[in-house]
């Protein structure tokens, strides 16, 4: 069998982050999570790129820009939505997922999904450093792992890897 290495190196990566700014507190605690972990992985601060919009929906349109700009091995995604009274946060919901997706599908750069979908503000909170881990930390070595793995798959992995 042969397998590609999982390989969380960041150095030499260069990476775009998108970072809704509803939930502000949410939003700023994932960001900080997010540099944090891509920063100890080795990568250099002058080779993450934030952009900031407004709120998850606005999240997709961005995201394609920059995997267009061919600059970049992996762009970032984060944001929260949270439950409200009306149907609003199931079309956010929406809206964020299919369209980060298809960026993916359509630009073959990877793009790591860290939009936060909870009922409540505590529960978004839980999962920014508190007893539901790091979702910030989850998305920045899902995309090292994606963007080191793409990297790759042109060649065949090493035989007995
Ligand atoms: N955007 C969010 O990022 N989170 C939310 O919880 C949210 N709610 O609840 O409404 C939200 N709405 C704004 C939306 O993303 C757009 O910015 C807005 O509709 C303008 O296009």
């Known amino acids: 069998m042969n397998v590609y290495p999982s390989d969380l190196d960041a150095r030499g990566l260069s990476f775009a982050v998108v970072v809704s700014r509803f939930n502000h507190l949410v ?16 990568a250099s601060s002058e080779a993450i790129d934030v952009a900031w919009v407004p709120g998850a929906f606005e999240i997709p349109l961005a995201a394609r820009g920059l995997a267009e700009s061919g600059r970049y091995e992996a762009i970032i995604t984060l944001g929260s939505v949270i439950r409200g009274g009306t149907p609003h946060f199931d079309y956010v919901c929406v809206g964020v997922t ?26 978004a909170l839980d999962r ?31 035989n007995g890897a």
């Open 27 to 42: 939003s700023t605690a994932l960001l900080e999570g997010c540099e944090r972990c891509l920063l100890e992985r080795g």
């Open 128 to 158: 920014c450093g508190g007893e539901h881990g790091h979702k910030g930390e989850e998305v920045a070595l899902a995309a090292i792992e994606m963007a080191r793995l793409c990297g790759r798959l042109s060649a065949a992995p090493e």
């Open 98 to 123: 299919d369209g980060v997706r298809e960026v993916m599908r359509d630009t073959g750069v990877p793009v790591a999904f860290g939009v936060l979908t909870t009922d409540d503000v505590d529960q």
